[in-house]
Nanobody
């Protein structure tokens, strides 16, 4: 079992930046993958970025603007979001996976105003 706690969401104007943090309850080095997903009102949850086995993948919509990183010493994964757009508005969820299952945080709201 892994507990994930997100923080860093908020309200920002278009073009601004936010950094989300996801603190895990145990050593993230042993996790198979960690990433960020988002869900906008009326839409399905979608992948934003994931890091797994040293590889990183981004959704096309965020490439060049968002950066995922991890600090194994702090058991924390980050999502740096730059050049935010109104369409980035969503609840952002941290996700982790290991052989035991898939785990989700409670989500943090990101609202981008025009």
């Amino acid at each position: 079992q892994v507990q994930l706690v997100e923080s860093g969401g908020g309200l920002v104007q278009a073009g601004g930046s936010l950094r989300l943090s996801c603190a895990a309850s145990r050593n993230i080095f042993v996790l198979n993958a960690m990433g960020w997903y988002r869900q906008a009102p009326g839409k399905q949850r979608e992948l934003v970025a994931v890091t797994s086995g040293g590889r990183i993948n981004y959704a096309d919509a965020v490439k060049g603007r968002f950066t995922i990183s991890r600090d194994n010493a702090k058991n924390t994964v980050y999502l740096q979001m730059n050049s935010l757009k109104v369409e980035d508005t969503a609840v952002y969820y941290c996700n982790a996976a290991d052989l035991g299952g898939v785990y989700w945080g409670q989500g943090t709201q990101v609202t981008v105003s025009s």
